[in-house]
């Protein structure tokens, strides 16, 4: 079936560390989109990619670093900068030119102790 | 700055109650609002409302847009404790990027 994976579900990190989460679709969609959530607040946009070999900020870029080799893979990196790391991460992709509707998913937990 | 603002915040009924849920917003570059439903990890699209004044509605789910006073409503009608979730609203931006801007969300819990 076609959809958005993503993985670790749940991830556990010391402080001073780094994290990459993976996001993977096979919707051959070619907007993809990383999201953080807050208890209590909305979706607020870390980076976006509109096609291969490019991407850019979103409202809440620092700390975060991400890459996009291929089509289906956009890979989120929380780098040790990331002030507040603990969040729930969700990865979206949509079709922009044809709906916008985005598609997510099941998103990653990050806790740091 | 661009906003996207929900209200209520969080909002408790019991089944068969029917409830409204508010989205407005102020953004440059407009080109939808769309709603999702969140009931645990990843959220679902419901609606993508483009025109003024034009109902869409699924079951007991409606919704409608108002360009003019840059607002939205959902409104679900007979609730079920299946519709407990939190709703988001978003505004998606006239460009070739996708990009949306959310609201806080509404948290809706319903009781049996």
């Known amino acids: 079936d076609g959809g958005i994976t993503q993985s670790p579900k749940y991830l556990f990190r010391k402080e001073g560390q780094n994290v990459t989460l993976s996001c993977e679709q096979n919707?051959?969609?070619?907007?993809m989109y990383w999201y953080r959530q807050d208890p209590g607040q909305g979706l607020r946009l870390i980076y976006y990619s509109q096609i291969v070999n490019d991407f850019q900020k979103g409202d809440i870029a620092e700390g975060y670093s991400v890459s996009r080799e291929k089509k289906e893979s956009f890979p989120l990196t929380v780098t040790s900068a990331q002030k507040n790391p603990t969040a729930f991460y969700l990865c979206a992709s949509s079709t922009p030119g044809l709906t916008g509707e985005l598609f997510f998913g099941e998103g990653s937990r990050l806790t740091v102790l | 700055e661009d906003k996207v603002v929900q209200s209520p915040l969080s909002l408790v009924v019991h089944e068969g109650d029917t409830v409204t849920l508010n989205c407005s917003y102020e953004?440059?570059?407009?080109?939808?609002l769309l709603w999702y439903k969140q009931e645990k990890k990843a959220p679902t699209f419901l609606f993508m409302l483009?025109?003024?004044?034009i109902e869409k509605k699924s079951g007991r789910l409606s919704s409608i847009l108002d360009k003019k006073e840059l607002f939205s409503i959902l409104n679900i009608t007979a609730t079920q404790t299946g519709d407990s979730a939190i709703y988001l609203c978003?505004?998606?931006?006239?460009?070739?990027?996708?990009?949306?801007?959310f609201g806080d969300g509404t948290t809706l819990t319903v009781k049996p």
């Open positions: 483009t025109s003024s004044g």
């Open positions: 919707l051959n969609h070619d907007a």
């Open positions: 978003a505004v998606l931006y006239n460009t070739n990027a996708g990009k949306s801007t």
């Open positions: 953004v440059t570059n407009f080109r939808s």
